[in-house]
């Protein structure tokens, strides 16, 4: 139900576009989240925002680069990274969850593949 894309090979500095395609329901009135999980760490909060628009939220080593945004005529969240450092590498996974927007990986019902994202000095 969740398609999360966009991920590669980028150098330090650079950008990347990740995508979350959603099918299958609807997720008006849901909280769409982009995570991230590096290795040996674990998975934590980078941005999210309310299907409907308006509110936004992103993680403090994010804030800045990071801009989280949604489509509803494609069905599909983005997740717009610039300014790129080698501490963003990690598989990026998009979920949603009904509800509030909240921070916490355990709030969110539905989980999409992630998607590797590495960043080279």
């Known amino acids: 139900q969740l398609q999360a894309s966009g991920g590669g090979l980028v150098l330090a500095g650079g950008s990347l576009r990740l995508s979350c395609a959603a099918s299958?329901?609807?997720?008006?009135?849901?909280?769409m989240g982009w995570f991230r999980q590096a290795p040996g760490k674990e998975r934590e909060f980078v941005a999210g925002?309310?299907?409907?628009?308006?509110?936004?939220s992103y993680a403090n080593s994010v804030k800045g680069r990071f801009t989280i945004s949604r489509d509803s005529a494609k069905n599909t969240v983005y997740l717009q990274m610039n300014s790129l450092k080698p501490e963003d590498t990690a598989v990026y996974y998009c979920?949603?969850?009904?509800?509030?927007?909240?921070?916490?990986?355990?709030?969110?019902?539905?989980w999409g593949q992630g998607t590797q994202v590495t960043v080279s000095s």
């Open positions: 979920a949603a969850t009904p509800g509030f927007l909240v921070q916490t990986t355990a709030h969110y019902s539905y």
């Open positions: 299958g329901r609807t997720f008006s009135g849901y909280v």
């Open positions: 925002t309310v299907w409907s628009g308006g509110s936004t």
